[in-house]
């Protein structure tokens, strides 16, 4: 072999492994969108994101990539955050931090399959069609936060046994507030108990509002389930605290900060089964064929600590009944 064909041999045979790289196929990109800021989703709920994708095969920088958008609680942020990942070419979008992330990610796309954490039925909502056949280009998971609000207020009575007046917070412009109120309202009845709405819609108002509570002094607070409050727990968990009124949350976030009490669906079980949907959609599966799925975990998280601040003793039925008990 002459020498000029030995060295075109070779850088032939140099190129092949960038020729067999230049024909793998792509990395799938999710579009991970959320209303809050990455500091306030705790890392133990993206590791549950994470293994409920890596149940279905894939691991992330390994064979798929994940784009994460957050909001930093700026609601007028997510269309643009939405059309960003739109532009990059999502493969599929996970929206988890409420309604209106979803409601950016569909009006940004009616063809990239969305899977979606919300806290209340998406059929009235208008995102599926129905639970069963979501129909169109989105399905999740609804983790039942809102329609809970009379095994709250029954978990926090055996708690504060002598309570009567309940001061309801709810934030007016948030998509849960009429739903919150209409469930609230007819348990809190049945249960005899008196309750009076105090609206907060900005971190200013929330204090407004504790300074009307330690005018009125309610006997508890219950705390609506909203991306607002959750954005603002470590405020609402010192004001209680401070204040000395007992507080009822729909979500543990809440009393990992502080918060006396909180019930609600397991987020991180929530964001598993997102990231289950969403890896059988990157093997192919449509998102109008996979039925809504409802939160079957529940979690009672008491804050000891804090109740020993507010002088109060946990029964012992309920330090059994709680999934767990911050010391």
Known sequence: MRRREFITLLGGAAAWPLVARAQQPAMPVIGFLDIRSPNTMIEERLRAFRQGLKDTGYVERENVAIEYRWAENQVDRLPELAAEL???????FVTTGGPAGLLAAKAATTTIPIVFVVAEDPVRL??????????GNATGI????????????????????????????????GPTAE????????????????????????????????ATFVRERPDVIFVGSDGLFTSRRV????LTTRHAIPATYG????????????????????????????????????????????STKFELVINASTARMLRLTVPPTLLVAADEVIE
């Open 142 to 173: 609804n983790i039942f936060t809102i329609e809970l609000a009379a095994k709250r207020l029954e978990l926090l009575r055996e708690l504060v046994p002598g309570a009567v007046r309940v001061a309801v917070l709810i934030n007016p412009t």
């Open 235 to 238: 405020q609402l968990a010192h």
């Open 179 to 210: 739903t919150t109120l209409r469930d609230v309202e007819p348990a809190a009845r049945a249960m005899g108990l008196q309750i009076q709405v105090h609206n907060a819609s900005t971190s200013r108002e929330i204090n407004a509002a504790f």
């Open 251 to 294: 979500s543990r976030e809440f009393a990992e900060v502080g918060g006396l009490m909180s019930y609600g669906a397991s987020v991180g079980d929530a964001l598993r089964q997102v990231s289950v949907y969403t890896g059988r959609i990157l093997k192919g599966a449509k998102p109008s064929d996979l039925p809504v799925v409802q």
């Open 126 to 135: 208008g995102f599926v069609a129905s639970l069963a056949r979501p129909g």
């Open 86 to 92: 739109v532009r990059r070419q999502v493969a599929a």
